[in-house]
């Protein structure tokens, strides 16, 4: 159930419906424990999921008739074998709620996930995910909450310039669990960080919420701010990418970890990602500082051959920075490269 993430930027179209909609009509499922609303009778079926452990039978209601809002809205639940999942299998979930959405990941990518929040219901975990299918150009957001071992995924299906309007969460909003007591486990929601930095980018940037559970810190909140030149298969661009990617580590981690481990946590994670990329070659690595804050550089080769990544890590407090620039074989430590790195300054309150 592993995946990688990549980050990939996106931009979005605010565009606001004023036509008149129907009405939200209540609607609620006693053998599925919820209710929720559907603007008109939904529809229902049920159907088999094939998994390595066995057989999963999801029970669905949606609506596929587009409003001036929405081109579909859908619910869906499923028991889980609780030998496989429960609520309280923590370390599992984020991975969870990724392998249960096999489905966008074979056909639309990776890439195309712009969004992926911590969500809960009754202090029970759930993930909500915002993709992007570019061929298409119809945009879904996913909530998906397990409720001991059983999955609710609802679905709300739209063209990208309705992307904000109020019915994605004004159908998400109304589902509620019933005669479900509240989850004496409760994941942890972590803290969203403060910009506490500033960078030179040599274009407009975009930033990208990334919440999920971390091996080192546990459950994270991380914000990456990025740059993709375009046209970068151009010969007159060097450049591929720049992007500040920073987190706020979580308090009880701070508690329990020493600065040492922290340090080596940060030195290997330069590593790793260079040597997770097919190919992957680590061309050097060092010790550096700013304003005195500890912090390590790195670059290596990745991409078969063809791009090299150089980061800059630093650990300031209770913030971990990675400032990186990808570049085109040959041309690394170009000047527009070396300078964007050395634009990245702390902001002293």
Excluded at 2 to 14: G, P
Excluded at 19 to 30: D, F, G, L, V
Excluded at 295 to 307: A, P
């Amino acid at each position: 159930m592993k995946t990688r993430s990549n980050y990939f930027f996106f931009f979005l179209v605010v565009v606001f419906s004023c036509s008149t909609q129907p009405e939200w009509i209540p609607y609620t499922n006693e053998k599925g424990s919820f209710k929720i609303g559907f603007k008109g009778k939904p529809l229902t079926k049920t159907e088999e999921q094939y998994f390595q452990f066995g057989d999963i039978t999801w029970t669905s209601a949606y609506i596929e008739k587009p409003d001036a809002s929405n081109l579909g809205y859908s619910i869906k639940y499923a028991d889980f074998p609780p030998e496989v999942i429960t609520s309280d299998s923590l370390r599992l979930l984020h991975e969870f709620f990724v392998f249960i959405q096999q489905d966008f990941f074979k056909n639309l990518g990776q890439e195309s996930v712009s969004t992926i929040k911590i969500i809960q219901i009754q202090n029970y975990p759930g993930r909500e995910f915002i993709w992007k299918d570019k061929k298409t150009k119809i945009n879904y957001t996913r909530k998906i909450f397990l409720v001991k071992n059983r999955v609710y995924l609802l679905e709300v299906k739209y063209t990208p310039e309705h992307a904000f309007n109020k019915d994605i969460d004004g159908f998400c909003d109304k589902f509620s669990l019933i005669n479900t007591i509240d989850n004496p486990n409760p994941e942890i929601i972590p803290e969203k960080p403060l910009k506490k930095f500033e960078a030179t980018f040599p274009g407009e940037t975009t930033t990208k919420d990334n919440q999920q559970f971390h091996e080192f810190f546990g459950n994270v909140y991380a914000l990456l701010e990025g740059y993709e030149v375009p046209q970068a298969d151009s010969p007159a661009n060097m450049n591929i990418m720049f992007a500040v990617n920073y987190l706020k580590i979580p308090g009880d981690k701070l508690k329990n970890i020493s600065i040492e481990e922290l340090r080596e946590f940060a030195r290997k994670a330069i590593i790793d990602n260079i040597l997770s990329h097919a190919q992957g070659k680590v061309i050097y690595q060092k010790k550096i500082s700013l304003d005195g804050n500890w912090g390590t550089e790195g670059q290596g080769i990745i991409l078969d051959g063809k791009v090299v990544i150089h980061t800059r890590s630093y650990i300031v407090q209770d913030y971990y920075y990675q400032v990186m620039v990808m570049s085109k074989i040959g041309t690394e430590n170009n000047k527009e490269a070396v300078d964007f790195l050395n634009s990245f300054k702390l902001k002293h309150e």
